[in-house]
């Protein structure tokens, strides 16, 4: 089955910095990568997405980007502000049509 | 236009117990999720039914079971509660392999 690594799993910017998560997965066959911010003790909600015929997607700060042949992708936040802190799900649909989520990026911005 | 919502928000229970949690979506989506999140573990998958009438295992099924009940409902049952299921729950639905829609979150301890 499908194998989604995240890294890094805590990271601390300062407030207006970027910040960068990646992931990797093992299916080939996957083709649609979803990525979910998750605020304390809150559910987990869809923030960008993108699909394996795209290879970046941008929604106002942040984007995603997305290299098939390595198998890894990656969220973008530009400007950060003290509302991005959280925690961050990057997750992949393989060959079983389900998703496989990564273990989460607990993001922290320092004002 | 609810989404996904779950009942209970919160429960306790003594080992050996058994309960059923419930899960409700009005997005007309055909495939129904439950996951299990615990501290730095991500989200885990339980069970999932990728349409009416059908149902499959995830990643961690042991001590639970499922119903599909219609399209819009999929209760994931505990029959003898364990201290190890101490979590929380998320249900989710989606079409296929798609964008998955999560629940507000069952918070369960069991004692």
């Known amino acids: 089955g499908e194998n989604v690594e995240q890294h890094p799993s805590t990271l601390s910017v300062q407030e207006g910095d970027s910040a960068v998560i990646k992931c990797t997965y093992s299916?080939?066959?996957?083709?649609?990568f979803p990525w979910y911010k998750q605020e304390l003790g809150k559910r987990p909600q869809l923030i960008i997405d993108?699909?394996?015929?795209?290879g970046e997607k941008k929604d106002q700060r942040i984007a995603v980007t997305l290299n098939k042949t390595a198998k890894h992708f990656s969220l973008h936040i530009t400007e950060t502000q003290p509302e991005d802190s959280a925690v961050y799900f990057c997750?992949?649909?393989?060959?079983?049509?389900?998703?496989?989520f990564g273990s989460g990026t607990q993001l922290t911005v320092l004002p | 236009n609810a989404g996904v919502t779950q009942t209970p928000k919160f429960q306790v229970l003594k080992t050996g117990q058994s309960m059923t949690l419930q899960c409700a979506q009005d997005?007309?989506?055909?495939?129904m999720y439950w996951y299990r999140q615990d501290p730095g573990m991500g989200l885990r998958l339980i069970y999932y039914?990728?349409?009416?009438?059908?149902?499959d295992k995830g990643e961690v099924p042991n001590g639970y079971n499922v119903s599909r009940l219609n399209k819009r409902e999929f209760s994931l049952r505990l029959e003898s509660a364990a201290p190890s299921q101490t979590s929380v729950y998320f249900c989710?639905?989606?079409?296929?392999?798609?964008?998955?829609?999560f629940g507000p979150g069952t918070r369960l301890l069991v004692l």
């Open positions: 299916d080939s066959a996957s083709n649609y």
């Open positions: 997750a992949a649909s393989g060959s079983a049509r389900q998703l496989t």
């Open positions: 993108i699909r394996s015929n795209v």
């Open positions: 039914s990728a349409s009416e009438g059908t149902t």
């Open positions: 997005m007309n989506h055909n495939s």
């Open positions: 989710a639905s989606s079409e296929q392999g798609e964008t998955q829609y």
